[in-house]
Nanobody, 123 residues
Framework: QVQLVESGGGLVQAGGSLRLSCAAS????????MGWFRQAPGKEREFLAA????????NYADSVKGRFTISMDNAKNAVYLQMKSLKPEDTAVYYC????????????????WGQGTQVTVSS
């Protein structure tokens, strides 16, 4: 059982930057992975990035590669998503999630999800 608490969402102008955070508590294992997804109204939940708890491996969706950076703070059991060069198309509800030894793009590979935080990018 994992609880995820997100913060950092909000309104930002196109071209700006924003950093999302997700703090995890509960049953955290060395095999735990954390990922970021987003979902815009009427669209499927979209994979953005994932990272392993140990090993430092990451995976990025092509749509955000080079703009978004995922990182971990093990001391805080937190994952971050640093977003830059934001576009209006990035507007969505952003979710963090945990998996077990999985950093792929499928939602089915993640077992616990945060509540979501709104990111709105103005044009």
């Amino acid at each position: 059982q994992v609880q995820l608490v997100e913060s950092g969402g909000g309104l930002v102008q196109a071209g700006g930057s924003l950093r999302l955070s997700c703090a995890a508590s509960g049953r955290i294992f060395s095999s735990t992975t954390m990922g970021w997804f987003r979902q815009a109204p009427g669209k499927e939940r979209e994979f953005l990035a994932a990272i392993t708890w140990s090993g430092g491996r990451t995976n990025y969706a092509d749509s955000v590669k080079g703009r978004f950076t995922i990182s971990m703070d093990n001391a805080k059991n937190a994952v971050y998503l640093q977003m830059k060069s934001l576009k209006p198309e990035d507007t969505a509800v952003y979710y963090c999630a945990t998996g077990l030894s999985y950093i792929g793009s499928s939602t089915s590979g993640y077992n616990y999800w945060g509540q979501g935080t709104q990111v709105t990018v103005s044009s």
